[in-house]
């Protein structure tokens, strides 16, 4: 039992401990844990200072003494001697990584298809090589930002119904539910069933995303500016030793993958996920659903002999459930802004407006289970103001 007082409902109990980086009331800069409403000080406490005493956990993940320190940390949490945590309110989250590369998949049965049906509604809504292979594109690292960070809406070509394409804001600006992965070793080429030698945690994942400026660029080589203005990432990094009580069997994949994709574990993941724009509620899914697990993305990522090193990070792509009301983006729930949603407020949304605030949470938590959670993703749009005065 921890000397730290723990909300019974809190996403962060003492079986948790994720990791995250802070910026202390002295303006010190380290690496902590979360527990409850307080984060522990793990330089201060004494716990491997060489490798907390940083502005990321990159230095922690290279050393391979994560799970130690963590282990470290709960003996001390439980221990006889007090001292060296913070109440949250005091600190000033950071971004916990140092982010290497960023890749993004695109790994939900549900929500390929149901794109699919809104922008071909004519043909068939995955593309021929959907189920052969988990789909993907390299994202822009230097975008990655920590929860709390506002979002510019972004400028691009957009046509808006002119025959010819335009640079202006964008005018319908999405979230993406995703989960996102942290790489903890450096690996290439690497099965399935290895990846929890290589996956260091997992974090929220918000894929900011304007859907105009997207479906101007988009051919022949997908994604460009429509992604690479900002990724939005939770701040505190779960580890996947907390996770593993709820990775789960997962979908059944028709036809089988080539071998090198094939795993003998579970590495589905039990992992119930909400999201509020403002403060209504507008989606409720679980990420067991996925159709190819991070596991089989890392696999595939590696491959071709690219190699994965501490920090890189891959988005799961966004999470989408089969039915109304688990749509992982705006483009889904409105079908491309034709069928807008009631806010709260009294106000309708087609696409996020200025103002707006995305919120987005994950806790994974069973009977007879202690709640493994993320807390929130966080971030609010603001105007582009670019050329203004």
Known sequence: MSWVPVPPESDFPIEN???????????????????????????????????????????????GKGPEVRRRAGEFLCGTERGSIYPIDVVECRLPIFVGDFVDFYSSLHHASNLGRI???DGDPLYPNWRQLPVGYHGRAGSVVVSETPVTRPQGLVTHGEERALFAATSALDFELE????????????????????????????????????????????????KSFATTISPWVVTLDALAPFLVKAPEQDPLPEPYLQACRDWALDLSLEVDVNDTCVTKTNFSTMYWTFAQQLTHMTANGAHVRPGDLFGSGTVSGMSPGEEGSLIEITRNGTAPIALNDGTNRGYLEDGDEVTMRGACGREFAPRIGFGTCRGRIRGNTQGEG
């Open 119 to 121: 922008l071909r509604p």
């Open 17 to 63: 401990l994720p990791f995250g980086v802070v910026r202390f009331p002295d303006s010190r800069v380290g690496v902590v844990v979360r527990i409850g409403d307080f984060v522990l000080d793990l330089a201060s406490a004494g716990i491997e200072p060489y490798l907390c005493e940083s502005e990321s956990i990159n230095l922690l993940m290279a050393s």
């Open 179 to 226: 989960v996102g992965f942290v790489i903890g070793s450096r690996g290439t080429q690497i099965p399935p069933d290895h990846c929890e030698h290589h996956v260091f945690g997992a974090v929220l994942l918000n894929d900011w995303s304007a859907r105009d400026i997207q479906a101007f660029e988009n051919q022949p080589l997908g994604p460009h500016l429509s």
